[in-house]
């Protein structure tokens, strides 16, 4: 697994597990499999090293079947938050069945959560299914939606890209996911227009 985690944020980082989301002719899934995705949580810090070992152990006995269904489940929760991200990006209202969808995500997400008598007072989900993580992650955006973080989401403007980050730059003007992939590609293509018009 190589994934650049560039979100600044698990959800954003979760909805940029595939690369070129935007370009159908470049679009491909960078965490495929159980395993990858237990990886994949641990990198993200929605796991220790040591849960997603246990999940890791738990995805090898479980039934192939279960483990695709899971699997489903991750990228239908994903699928529902690219349109919502989307829309927050462009100052449109989020659509009504992804919305609709999501906000049902985050209720079962709860139900299937924890609430330790700790301050502050945080849903805390399993940690042995790959469900667990897709739980974490709807909690995640629970969070990400209704938190001081909500006005720094920004989408790439590489063509194609499509990936997420919060901006934390100083000025709020960041415009890529990369400065020396996206940008890079896009300082390139700038200088070659102007090389070209040069002759």
Do not use: K
Request: with cysteine.
């Amino acid at each position: 697994m190589n994934v650049s985690l560039v979100g600044g944020h698990p959800v954003l980082d979760f909805a940029n597990t595939v690369a070129w989301r935007t370009d159908p002719t470049r679009r491909a899934e960078r965490v495929t499999g159980a395993t990858a995705w237990a990886r994949w949580a641990a990198a993200a810090g929605l796991l220790t090293s040591r849960e997603s070992a246990e999940l890791l152990e738990a995805s090898a006995t479980a039934e192939r079947e279960e483990t695709e269904r899971q699997l489903a489940a991750l990228q239908r929760l994903r699928a529902l938050i690219w349109p919502v991200l989307d829309c927050l990006v462009d100052g449109e209202p989020p659509p009504p069945r992804q919305w609709d969808e999501l906000r049902r995500s985050i209720l079962l997400a709860r139900q299937n959560a924890e609430l330790p008598p700790a301050f502050p007072l945080r849903w805390q989900p399993g940690t042995c299914r790959l469900t667990d993580v897709g739980h974490a992650l709807a909690l995640h955006t629970e969070m990400l939606l209704s938190g001081p973080s909500l006005a720094r989401v920004r989408r790439c403007e590489g063509s194609g890209c499509g990936w997420f980050f919060l901006d934390r730059s100083r000025s709020g003007t960041r415009r890529w996911c990369s400065s020396g992939d996206c940008g890079n590609r896009d300082r390139a293509r700038r200088h070659y227009a102007r090389t070209r018009q040069a002759h």
